[in-house]
T-cell receptor, first 111, second 110 residues
Framework: GAGVSQSPSNKVTEKGKDVELRCDPI?????LYWYRQSLGQGLEFLIY????????KSGLPSDRFSAERTGGSVSTLTIQRTQQEDSAVYLC?????????FGPGTRLLVL | KQEVTQIPAALSVPEGENLVLNCSFT??????LQWFRQDPGKGLTSLLL???SQREQTSGRLNASLDKSSGRSTLYIAASQPGDSATYLC?????????WGAGTKLIIKP
């Protein structure tokens, strides 16, 4: 079946602009994660959604970052007033049980 | 606070060699440990998941071991092939969150 998809695959924006990143999880997966991966670094947890429970937002680096998950499926990560340090690959993953399945990521470059 | 370290950061070996990648973690109170593979421009692929009660897991030419008491895991790759070239990441779970190492970039030379 279809895996996790993310769009756009690449995004170049100017400092100060807002961006929206989209994630379509695997159908039926109740858990959805957003991670950030900076060049040469491991993954940094951002936010976790599980079913209808309140999301765990403890990894969001600032109040410029927000995410929502509509209808328990598609998720959108929004970064307001982007800064150059926001440049990274943003990865989404979904899971039904323990194994997380990852999308290809969105490569964000803030000029 | 859990910290995960992977050594070496990069490794280049000739095709056909057996090799070992290392992962260490500071807090032994983990739920499981996972090894992932990351190819350029692609997402991560889960390779092996070891529960905290297990000592090792095997899949094809891959074998992962876990020693919780010493805070270490190894990924053994037998008879390496050029297609094994990728970045290998380990991650430990204390619940639903995964704490990640920075990865080992592996290059297999034909």
């Amino acid at each position: 079946g279809a895996g996790v998809s993310q769009s756009p695959s690449n995004k170049v924006t100017e400092k100060g602009k807002d961006v929206e990143l989209r994630c379509d999880p695997i159908s039926g997966h109740t858990a959805l994660y957003w991670y950030r991966q900076s060049l040469g670094q491991g993954l940094e947890f951002l936010i976790y959604f599980q079913g209808n429970s309140a999301p765990d937002k403890s990894g969001l680096p600032s109040d410029r970052f927000s995410a929502e998950r509509t209808g328990g499926s598609v998720s959108t990560l929004t970064i307001q007033r982007t800064q150059q340090e926001d440049s990274a690959v943003y990865l989404c993953a979904s899971s039904g049980q323990e194994t997380q399945y990852f999308g290809p990521g969105t490569r964000l470059l803030v000029l | 606070k859990q910290e995960v370290t992977q050594i070496p950061a990069a490794l280049s070996v000739p095709e056909g060699e057996n090799l070992v990648l290392n992962c260490s973690f500071t807090d032994s109170a983990i739920y499981n440990l996972q090894w992932f593979r990351q190819d350029p421009g692609k997402g991560l692929t889960s390779l092996l998941l070891i529960q905290s009660s297990q000592r090792e897991q095997t899949s094809g030419r891959l074998n992962a071991s876990l020693d919780k008491s010493s805070g270490r895991s190894t990924l053994y790759i037998a008879a390496s092939q050029p297609g094994d070239s990728a970045t290998y990441l380990c991650a430990v779970s204390g619940g639903y969150q995964l704490i990640w190492g920075a990865g080992t970039k592996l290059i297999i030379k034909p």
